[in-house]
Nanobody, 124 residues
Framework: QVQLAESGGGLVQAGGSLRLSCVAS????????MGWFRQGPGKEREFVAA????????YYADSVKGRFTISRDGAKNTLFLQMNSLNSQDTAVYYC?????????????????WGQGTQVTVSS
């Protein structure tokens, strides 16, 4: 049973930074893809960033490229999302997700396991 637990969300002013963490347990993630998605008020869940756990290739949505950085700590089975230059459009619940086989890294239906989400609110 894979379990994902996000933390690090909160309230931040526009232009500020936050670092999200996702602790993964219950499986060896060396062959997994892991990603971050977000869902804003009244919006569909959207792709933010993903990483191939074993080789570290990263992918980003255009809206966050250059501002967000996804990384992982294999020894601690922890996924991170460093978010800089935050703006009000980044306000959302952020979810960590994991997938053994990914047909499309940006498609949420490719992911088998999800965390409970952490709220990020950016005030202008």
């Amino acid at each position: 049973q894979v379990q994902l637990a996000e933390s690090g969300g909160g309230l931040v002013q526009a232009g500020g930074s936050l670092r999200l963490s996702c602790v993964a347990s219950g499986r060896t993630f060396s062959r997994y893809h892991m990603g971050w998605f977000r869902q804003g008020p009244g919006k569909e869940r959207e792709f933010v960033a993903a990483i191939s756990w074993s080789i570290g290739i990263t992918y980003y949505a255009d809206s966050v490229k250059g501002r967000f950085t996804i990384s992982r700590d294999g020894a601690k089975n922890t996924l991170f999302l460093q978010m800089n230059s935050l703006n009000s459009q980044d306000t959302a619940v952020y979810y960590c997700a994991a997938a053994g086989i990914v047909s499309s890294y940006s498609d949420p239906t490719s992911y088998d396991h999800w965390g409970q989400g952490t709220q990020v609110t950016v005030s202008s």
